[in-house]
Every structure is written in structure tokens, then in C-alpha cells.
């Protein structure tokens, strides 16, 4: 799934050329996404209009128009790519938005479970108003981390996971980030120290402020807004390597199943 690195790359790479264009068409092949696309609040609010500016909260971008806000998450495998010449749809080429200029922003979702929806605000919204503070932002700190945690007996990675206390860490970064701070992912979140927090707050943001420089990871099919692959993949010490060797002592890195995701530690670096 593109975590927060992924999407604030895909920001970056379409933002130079969506906004102040005039939309010309949307195109809409399969409206069954997620949620059913709105097709007809989307051509109503947008044809004849521009994007005026783009901004993420968690895993979702927001594209403000002066009808409202285009709200779009990429799901599992979804991504949104520039396009400058007409380039033939294959059948996960869901939604094509064509700017007067002829180039166009596509959406493609192999598994369909992005959404691409709208909303005339931003505060009010259901998959927005509950959302916890920016990793990135001024908000977040061991502080708030640790007195968030004092009476949650859940495993420490579904806690920094929940978007209700922090938004956009996903399995990728809470298996490193956890690895980095020597904190077994299983371990109650009620029982880790303020010195610990620290430790994993800071973990999180260099995690996420190198992946984000570095493009994002690649795994399967991700690509940026400029249509390139992110190199952090190289980067990463547990997640994926079940088995190999610990970079830091040597032993195997174990899996363990948390909320039903692969949780990849080793059981002598993270007590």
C-alpha cells in the first residue's frame, strides 16, 4: 500500500502540473472503486474549473477547487501519473482528468480500493475530521505519544499504525521505525518509556523525511507522481527479509503476526 512517503512524493510530482488549468473533460472507465465515484458532483463542480491547490493529510490528497475539494486516496495499488500526449487506457486506467492544454492527471488501481470523491469541506468530513497529528508536524512528539498510550494495552505497532493517534505510518515504516528504536513491535504501548518515545518519534520522522527525499519504496508496482520509482526499498533493515540475517547482530530476523499484518523483528535487538 503507498504510505505517507508515497503519497507526499505522488504530491509532489503532479503538483507543478494540475494546478491553474483549465479541466476540459473527466474521463471516468470504472466508477466502482472503493466508494462509487461521483461522476456527476465531479463534472458539475469541475468542468471549466481549476485546481487551486493540493495539500495531503495522512494517505489522502486534497485538491481544492473554488467549488470545493477533490479527496483522493490511492488504496492498495493505486497512482496518479502526468501524462503530456494521449496514451491508450489499459483496464485499470480508471479516471483520466484532461486539462485544456491536452495533458492529463490518470488514476490506476489495479485492486480498486482507492476512492476518488468530494467533499465541500475538509473539517467536516468523515475520513478526515478524526484523523491524529502529521507525523512530520509540530504535534507530534514523545509527550504526546506517551501520555496517548498510558492506558492501551494494544501492541505498540497497532498503535503507532492507528490514524486516530498519528496518521500515515503504515506496516513498512512501523516495522523500521520500531526495529531502529529496539522495541519489539509486539510489546503493550501502556508499558514503553517517555526515553523510549523519544527514540521512536525521532525514528519516524528521519524514516519518513529519507524515504520522502529518496521517492518513496518501491514495492510491486509504485510510481510516483513522475512517473519514477522510489529507491528506499534499498534502504530498509527488517521489513521483507524474514530469515536474513540482522544487520546489527547478526541473527535471523522472526515474523510475528500483528492485527494481521507481518511483523518482522529480531528478538535480541528489540526486547
Request: aromatic share 10%.
Amino acid at each position: 500500500m503507498p504510505e505517507l512517503p508515497e503519497v507526499e512524493t505522488t504530491l509532489r510530482g503532479i503538483e507543478p502540473y494540475i494546478l491553474q488549468k483549465k479541466i476540459k473533460k473527466i474521463i471516468v472507465r470504472q466508477e466502482s472503486l472503493r466508494w462509487p465515484v461521483p461522476i456527476n458532483t465531479l463534472n458539475n463542480k469541475l468542468l471549466g474549473n481549476y485546481f487551486l491547490s493540493i495539500k495531503r493529510r495522512g494517505k489522502y490528497l486534497i485538491i481544492e477547487s473554488k467549488e470545493g475539494f477533490l479527496l483522493i486516496h490511492l488504496g492498495m495499488s493505486g497512482c496518479l501519473r502526468i501524462f503530456n500526449k494521449e496514451i491508450q487506457p489499459n483496464k485499470h486506467d480508471h479516471i483520466d482528468i484532461v486539462f485544456g492544454d491536452k495533458s492529463y492527471l490518470r488514476y490506476t488501481d489495479p485492486r480498486r480500493f482507492g476512492s476518488f470523491l468530494w467533499t465541500q469541506s475538509t473539517e467536516s468530513h468523515p475520513l478526515l475530521r478524526n484523523l491524529g497529528p502529521e507525523p512530520l508536524g509540530n504535534e507530534f512528539s514523545a509527550e504526546y505519544l506517551f501520555k496517548k498510550s498510558r492506558k492501551r494495552k494494544v501492541p505498540i505497532k497497532n498503535f503507532i499504525m492507528d490514524s486516530k493517534v498519528v496518521v500515515g505510518i503504515g506496516n513498512i515504516y512501523a516495522n523500521e521505525a520500531l526495529f531502529l528504536s529496539g522495541i519489539k513491535p509486539s510489546k503493550k504501548a501502556c508499558v514503553i518509556t517517555l526515553s523510549k518515545f523519544e527514540d521512536l518519534t525521532l525514528n519516524i520522522r528521519n524514516l519518513l523525511h529519507k524515504s520522502i527525499e529518496q521517492g518513496g519504496t518501491t514495492l510491486r508496482n509504485f510510481l510516483g507522481g513522475n512517473n519514477k520509482p522510489g529507491y528506499f526499498k534499498q534502504e530498509l533493515m527488517v521489513y521483507g527479509r524474514k530469515g536474513k540475517s540482522c544487520f546489527q547482530c547478526s541473527l535471523p530476523l522472526e515474523e510475528l503476526r500483528i492485527g494481521q499484518r507481518s511483523s518482522i523483528f529480531c528478538k535480541k535487538c528489540q526486547k
